[in-house]
């Protein structure tokens, strides 16, 4: 079906973006943000809808994507919610730029 061949595409894109290579700029958006760890408590009434790259593989391999739209929606809503949060003087909103990037070219092949 139409739609195998655009998840295949997704599981693709994940794989390359876990490559080590991009782990100094991907590791902040990999697994799902802990306020508790991180020390900010605010984080789940500041952002209303937490995602991570970790938390799209597991619905990718639970089948609850339909389509790549749908991925591409997830894999945004993680840059935005980093923009949000994290100040532009951030490192970690730095590096929700640079990793935004390296999605942005994968997802354009
Ligand atoms: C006091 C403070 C300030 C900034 C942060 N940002 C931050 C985030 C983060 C990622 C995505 C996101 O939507 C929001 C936050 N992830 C981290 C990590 C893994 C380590 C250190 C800082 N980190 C943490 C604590």
Redo the contacts with the bound molecule.
Sequence with gaps: KKYHWELKFCEKVLIELAKPKYHPVA???MTA?DPVA???PT?HSI?KKPMDFGTMKTKLDQGEYENAKEFETDARQVFQ??YR??PHS?P?NHAGHQFEAIFDSEWAK
């Design positions: 590791w902040p958006f943000v991180l020390n900010i984080y952002i919610n980093c949060f994290n951030d970690i």
